[in-house]
DNA sequence: GGACATTAGTTTCAGATGAAACTATTAACT
DNA sequence: AGTTAATAGTTTCATCTGAAACTAATGTCC
């Protein structure tokens, strides 16, 4: 037996299998309920991930910059910019330039912006508990671990 | 205290906090670990992540269809027909048109594409590993249940 | 056999993405 | 004050994405 088969043969029983493979299925679930919710936002009120993030935050921390946002969401700058603007446009939101700093703008939710909170808010919850339904409150609590673990291990790793 | 006020108040205290969320922390790790092993399989292999899932489920099942791929990859069509063409480009894979059938091509790795395979599955089964690392025996068991069980979530939601 | 539906795979098109360049403003240093 | 560095936010550009349209081959039904 050549030596490339042997190596190929101990890199099988190794066993890279893709269906096993812990960042592929991330990839996979993820995917799957981003886009379940993207389609939902977005038939239900016209909005985008990236713009409903922005509401949540604002929901809760307003008045806050557009960085403030992009530290708290996890989200670059660009797309950050880029949903305010569209929620501008559509009014959901306001901005009022920071009288000591004008390159800042403070960024609240108007009216029209707090019903639409108030509106997604308790549907995505349900959309959550519909996620967690079949797990007991061991396995959630371990799920909220294991996830706290494994960013420390990326946190560690600067990625 | 108005109607409106009092639900807003309910909202808050029921407290739909973004980071506590559930498909927002999904997104947000995932996305960190895909643009990690993304940077890496991109500088030290010159191929996307795409391109790495077919080379992974050639590497186990070839011969396979593009539309085989499709299906074992969770990618669509498109992506994969795209990852072919730069895969045979590159030589990394070998395209033989099915004679029972012209409109199917089966689909294998080159030698270099092998050689790809191998280099490649013990770094990702090594990032694997570091991810893993913190959790300990049971709490890898609970985290592939709870995968299994959401994904039986997904699956009966028709998502 | 010929009309119609299906399937495999590619191409097109209309956005979405993010790195890098850019503008405007403020901070820091001399 | 004046020059330089840093920051907030936007725009550009080259690439990625996936739905829908498309081509080519096969299957189905009469």
Redesign the pocket.
């Given at each position: 037996m050549s030596v490339r088969k042997k190596l190929r043969d101990s890199a099988q029983s190794d066993a890279l299998c893709l269906e096993e493979f812990l960042p592929y299925r991330f990839s996979v679930l993820t995917n799957r309920i981003s886009r379940h919710l993207a389609k939902a936002y977005e038939k239900q009120f016209g909005i985008?991930i990236?713009e409903w993030r922005v509401i949540a935050n604002l929901a809760r921390f307003a008045p806050m910059?557009?960085?403030d946002v992009a530290d708290k969401s996890s989200m670059?700058?660009?797309?950050v910019?880029?949903a305010?603007?569209r929620l501008l446009k559509a009014g959901l939101i306001a901005r009022d330039t920071d009288v000591t700093?004008?390159?800042?703008?403070q960024l609240r939710l108007s009216k029209a912006g707090e019903d639409v909170f108030e509106e997604i808010a308790p549907l995505a919850l349900g959309w959550e508990a519909d996620l967690l339904a079949p797990l007991s409150g061991e396995e959630r609590r371990t799920l909220n671990d294991i996830m706290n673990k494994i960013q420390t291990v990326l946190d560690d790793a600067g990625a």
């Open positions: 985008t990236p910059t557009a960085s670059d700058k660009v797309k910019s880029r305010i603007s700093d004008k390159r800042r703008g």
